[in-house]
């Protein structure tokens, strides 16, 4: 009864300490500004997904580059960048069904700016 007790402990703390995190940066591969800027007349958005595991410990971190997402999709500079982050109602029921064991993770990427 005592491991049985020790075993659900462990699982609980594992599943309530779990941590999936991604984090949004720069390559500098093109001109990306938070703000407002003259001749960005374009909206232009790119969605992502990223997927974690075993209660979002592996992997701990996923990184998406920014300016990278919005190259991609033709973009040559970028302002008045936001970021979104969300789970469908299919994500979150992929999360509760697997308890945890399978986490995905939506991601959006829009801004103004001027394209190819």
Excluded at 29 to 37: H, R
Excluded at 69 to 84: C, K, N, T, Y
Aim: glycine share 6%.
């Amino acid at each position: 009864m005592i491991k049985k007790c020790q075993l659900f402990l462990f699982v609980m703390l594992s599943f309530f300490s779990s941590c999936s995190q991604i984090r949004y940066s720069s390559s500098n591969s093109i001109p990306t500004y938070i703000s407002t800027k003259d001749g960005h007349h374009s909206r232009t958005h790119k969605v992502g997904q990223k997927k974690f595991y075993l209660w979002g410990l592996v992997p701990r971190e996923h990184t998406v580059y920014v300016d990278q997402e919005l190259s991609d999709v033709g973009a040559l500079s970028a302002s008045r960048v936001e970021v979104e982050e969300f789970q469908t109602g299919l994500d979150i029921f992929y999360t509760y069904i697997t308890l945890g064991l399978y986490k995905p993770v939506h991601y959006r990427v829009s801004a103004w700016g001027y394209r190819e």
